[in-house]
Structure formats: structure tokens, C-alpha cells
């Protein structure tokens, strides 16, 4: 187990240019973040529709990063094996669209992706309590998933800092995500509560001085606010 994880910074597409897909995460990469998270949406498990498997494959000979499929969906299983095939290594599915949460992951792991677990805000964190050695990373929504830009859910730090000891005391390998109102007014309270994959998506596509000003700042105050640098948040 590692018991400093390091922070990285893993940009949502959901705010990009859609016809310039390609190139925004050409220069995601040059920007120096850590990976490229693409939202997808299938209209009924969320109110909206976004990305199928052909338009990540198409984006992914722009980008050496990694990429994260978050499958806001209501039919994962069906179709995890297109999203790993489109160049996803690493699905993350939600525990309240899955029927047999343990079987999924397997299913993931068998296709030989990493397997994460995404909670929305109204779902409690022992949800996942036993799938966590079938868990590669955690990920604690801070708003309703759905939409970008929205406000961040300040009162889910709690709850990221009760999966933090959660994965801490498994003994297991797990990252944790935080994904919704990311930026720099919210981020380093999310890294206080335990947190240490961080996806943004408006406050880096739609920073003033670019990019990579926006990586870089969002990993300073992140990391910072991680060792208890500059930040009166305790992470327990």
C-alpha cells in the first residue's frame, strides 16, 4: 500500500472544444497533466449524452496520457469491452448502476483494464466497502454528475476523508478521485480530506493563461494541502 499517494492532475474533457478533440488532448499532454478523464453519458442514467467508444478511439492517437472512462451510464457491462478496446485503461463505473457491483468489476479486470468506483453525492461510502480488493481507484463525485461547471459539494469532504481511512486501512492499492467543481478555490480542501486524483475541467480549459498555468496550480495547491502545507483542514 502506499501511503503517500501522488497527486495527479486528470482533466475532463467534457469542457473541451468537441471538434478539436484530438488536439486538446495533444495539448493536455504538453500541459503536463497526468491523464485525460472522458466523461460519458448515455442520456438516462444522467440528463445528458456525450462520448461513444469511436470518438475516444479517434482521439487516441493524439496522446500518449492514459485515459479514464467514467461510464455514467445504466448498462456498463455491456459495454465496458468497447470503451477498453477504444484505448480506456481504466473504467470507472457507478455503484448505483450496478446490479452486481463485485461481478462488474471482475468483468473489467478480465478485460484487462483497472477498475474504479464512482459514488454520487448521495450514496454512502460503504457502498464499496466490500469490493475494494477488486478496486483500482475510488472516485467521491463533489456534484450531481450530469452537466459540467456546476458548484462544488463542500460537505463531501467528509465522506472523502471516510474513504480515505477506508483504503487506508484495506491495505490495498486505491486511488481517490474527486470529480465535480474542481478548481482552485476547492481543491485543496478536497486534498486535506484524502484525496489524490483530481479531474477539472473548466478550470483548465477555461483559465485565462492556459493549460498548463491551470495543471500547475491545481497540483501546487493540491499537493500542499495533501502533506498539511498551507491548509488547517486535517485529512481525518
Not at 484524502?194 to 491545481?218: D, Y
Request: aromatic content about 4%; some cysteine.
Amino acid at each position: 500500500m502506499r501511503t503517500n499517494p501522488p497527486i495527479r492532475i486528470v482533466p475532463s474533457t467534457l469542457s473541451a472544444d468537441f471538434s478539436r478533440l484530438g488536439e486538446d488532448c495533444a495539448a493536455l499532454e504538453a500541459a503536463g497533466a497526468d491523464g485525460i478523464q472522458w466523461d460519458v453519458m448515455d442520456g438516462a442514467f444522467v440528463p445528458n449524452l456525450t462520448f461513444g467508444p469511436d470518438v475516444i478511439a479517434a482521439s487516441r492517437p493524439h496522446t500518449s496520457l492514459p485515459f479514464e472512462a467514467h461510464l455514467m451510464v445504466q448498462a456498463p457491462d455491456a459495454l465496458a469491452a468497447r470503451y477498453v478496446e477504444a484505448g480506456c485503461g481504466l473504467l470507472i463505473v457507478h455503484a448505483e448502476a450496478c446490479v452486481h457491483l463485485h461481478r462488474t468489476l471482475e468483468g473489467i479486470r478480465a478485460l484487462g483494464a483497472d477498475a474504479g468506483v464512482a459514488l454520487n453525492p448521495a450514496t454512502p461510502a460503504s457502498a464499496v466497502a466490500s469490493v475494494l480488493d477488486l478496486t483500482d481507484m475510488l472516485l467521491v463525485m463533489t456534484v450531481n454528475p450530469g452537466f459540467g461547471g456546476q458548484r462544488y459539494i463542500a460537505t463531501m469532504e467528509p465522506k472523502i476523508a471516510e474513504v480515505r481511512r477506508m483504503i487506508d486501512r484495506s491495505g490495498h492499492d486505491i486511488d481517490l478521485e474527486v470529480d465535480g467543481g474542481i478548481g482552485p478555490s476547492t481543491v485543496a480542501g478536497a486534498a486535506a480530506a484524502g484525496a489524490n486524483v483530481f479531474v477539472a475541467g473548466s478550470a483548465v480549459f477555461g483559465h485565462p493563461q492556459g493549460p498548463a498555468a491551470a495543471v500547475a496550480k491545481l497540483r501546487s495547491l493540491a499537493t500542499a494541502a495533501h502533506t498539511g502545507e498551507g491548509s488547517d483542514s486535517p485529512r481525518d
